[in-house]
């Protein structure tokens, strides 16, 4: 079982940067693709960018693609999503959630085994 705990989120102004954080428990980290979903107030929750089990693979939605970034750090059970030139319909509650399926980078929620508790991310105009 993987515990997921995210940090990082906050208020900012449209323009800015925040790092996520999406730290894992257990022994088997490198074993899950990684995946940030965000929910908006009112909407449903969407992925937004994956990363496979060694790190080599990434996937990004199209809304933030060229704007994201996301690594993982298999030493430190740990991913990372960099998000650069932040607008305000990227405000969202963003999760972090671990997936055991064969697939290199799942992008259906349904695919996902564990999912963080999210972090706040507050882009204001």
């Known amino acids: 079982q993987v515990q997921l705990v995210e940090s990082g989120g906050g208020l900012l102004q449209a323009g800015g940067s925040l790092r996520l954080s999406c730290a894992a428990s257990?022994?088997?980290?490198?074993?899950?693709?990684i995946g940030w979903f965000r929910q908006a107030p009112g909407k449903e929750r969407e992925f937004v960018a994956g990363i496979s089990r060694s790190g080599a693979g990434t996937a990004y939605a199209d809304s933030v693609k060229g704007r994201f970034t996301i690594s993982r750090d298999n030493a430190k059970n740990t991913v990372y999503l960099q998000m650069n030139s932040l607008k305000p319909e990227d405000t969202a509650v963003y999760s972090c959630?671990?997936?055991?399926?064969?697939?290199?980078?799942?992008?259906?929620?349904?695919?996902?085994?564990?999912w963080g508790q999210g972090t706040q991310v507050t882009v204001s105009s």
């Open positions: 959630a671990a997936s055991r399926g064969i697939s290199a980078i799942e992008v259906r929620q349904s695919r996902y085994d564990y």
């Open positions: 257990g022994r088997t980290f490198s074993t899950y693709s």
